[in-house]
C-alpha cells in the first residue's frame, strides 16, 4: 500500500496531465485537500492536549488558502509587521502572534495595532518596548536560547549555533532581568528545531526546565516555536502530546507551537516542463522552465531535492541533471531517474511545494514568477494571481 502521505497520491486517479492541461507552466498549484488531510491532524492534537497551534507564515503566506487553514489552527506567527498585518486581516477572529529579532520605532505603535502576543529577542528591546505593549494589554513574551543544538544540518538553521543571534541565553537572561521587567511577561518562546521529530524537542524541553523552569512556573505560557515536522509520516505524535503534557503539568503554562512545514507538508507542486535536453559527455541534462534558485531557493540553500513526480521508481535508471535556464552553474533542482528519456514539452511536476517557495520566489535573471492556482479538492484549477514583466520591473525603479 502507498504511505498515504506519498507527496504525488492526489494523482493517483486522475494525472497531473489530465488535471493541468492546457496551463501555461511553471505555476504553483496549491493542494487544498492535502492542506485539509495535515490541519485534521494538527487539530487532533490541539483537541487531546488543549494546546493552541499557530500556522507561521513565513513558511506560508498564501491567503486564499487561509480560510481552508482557518478551522484547524488557533492563529497566526508573524516575522514583523507585514506578517502580522496579513494575519489579522485574513483572518481577524484568530490569534496574530508575531516575533522579530529586533523592532523599528517606527513600525512597533502599528504592530500592536495587529498583535496579541509579542515576542523580544533581547533584554534591551524588552526594557525599550515592552511597557507600551504591556499598556496596550499585550500578552508579552521574551525569546530564549536554550543553547542546545539538536540539528545535523550547516548552522544556518541552528538558533542555537556559536554567535547566535536569536534568543537570550540564561546567562544574560540572570544577569540583565530584573522584578520589574519580569513583571510585563506573561509567557516564554524557544524555537530550535528544523525539520524534526519529537524526540528532538523531548530533549530540548528537559534543558529548557533545568535552565528557565523557575522563571517558566511563575509565566502563562510557553511557545515551542516551529521545526516540527508533525504531519510527517513517521512523525511520533504521542511523544509531542506527552511534551505538551509535560509543559502543562511541570510549569502549568498554555502550550503554543508555531509550525509552517509541520502543516503544509507535501501540499503544493510546482509544474514545469521541461525546455531543452542534451548530454555533457556521458551526463544527461535537462533544462526546465523553473529555477531552483529562483522559485524554490530553498532547495540550493538548505539544501534538499524535492520529490519529482514519476522520477526516481524501481524502474527508472536513466539519470537527469535537472536545472533551471539562468545563468547560475548551481540552479539545479537535483539528480532524477527516469524511466524513459525526456522530450521537450514533457511535464516535471515538483511535490512538496508549498513551503518556503512562493514567499521566497525572486526574479533573478528576469525569470518570470510562476502564477499561482489553487488545486481544489474535487480536481479544479482555480487561479489566485498571476505574473508578468511588471513584476520584475516594479521592484527595480520607479513606478510610472
Ligand atoms: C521563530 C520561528 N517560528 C516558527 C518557524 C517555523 O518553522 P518551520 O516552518 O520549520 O516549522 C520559524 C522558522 O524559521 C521560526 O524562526
Known sequence: MRDLRDPFIRFKDKTPEEMFKGVKTPFFAMDEKRLIENGKIIKGIQDRTGCKILLALKCFSNYDLFQTLSPFIAGTEASGLFEARLGKEELPNKEVHVFSGAYRDDEFDEILQYADHIVFNSINQLRKFGPKAKLLGKKIGVRINPEYSTQKGPDIYDPCSKKSRLGITIDSFEKEMNDELFSLLSGIHFHTLCQQNSDDLEKTLYVVNDKFGKYLRKLKW???????????????????????????????????????????????????????????????????????????????????????????????????????????????????????????????????????????????????????????????????????????????????
Request: proline share 4%; charged share 25%; net charge negative.
Open 222 to 400: 510557553v511557545n515551542f516555536g516551529g521545526g516540527h515536522h508533525i504531519v510527517r509520516s513517521d512523525y511520533d505524535i504521542n511523544r509531542l502530546e506527552n511534551c505538551i503534557k509535560y509543559a502543562k503539568d511541570n510549569w502549568n503554562t498554555e502550550v503554543y507551537l508555531e509550525p509552517g512545514e509541520g502543516i503544509v507538508l507535501n501540499a503544493g507542486y510546482l509544474v514545469s516542463k521541461v525546455l531543452d535536453t542534451f548530454k555533457n559527455h556521458d551526463d544527461y541534462i535537462a533544462i526546465s522552465d523553473s529555477s531552483a534558485a529562483c522559485h524554490m531557493p530553498d532547495v540550493i540553500e538548505m539544501p534538499y531535492l524535492p520529490p519529482l513526480y514519476m522520477a526516481d521508481l524501481d524502474d527508472c535508471n536513466i539519470e537527469y541533471r535537472i536545472g533551471g535556464p539562468t545563468c547560475l552553474s548551481g540552479d539545479v533542482t537535483g539528480d532524477y531517474k527516469f524511466s524513459k528519456e525526456l522530450n521537450v514539452g514533457d511535464y516535471l511536476i515538483f511535490g512538496d511545494m508549498a513551503l518556503y517557495t512562493t514567499v521566497k520566489t525572486n526574479t533573478f535573471n528576469g525569470m518570470p514568477l510562476p502564477d499561482i492556482y489553487i488545486l481544489h479538492s474535487d480536481d479544479t484549477l482555480e487561479k489566485l494571481t498571476n505574473f508578468g514583466y511588471m513584476d520584475f520591473k516594479y521592484r527595480l525603479g520607479k513606478t510610472k
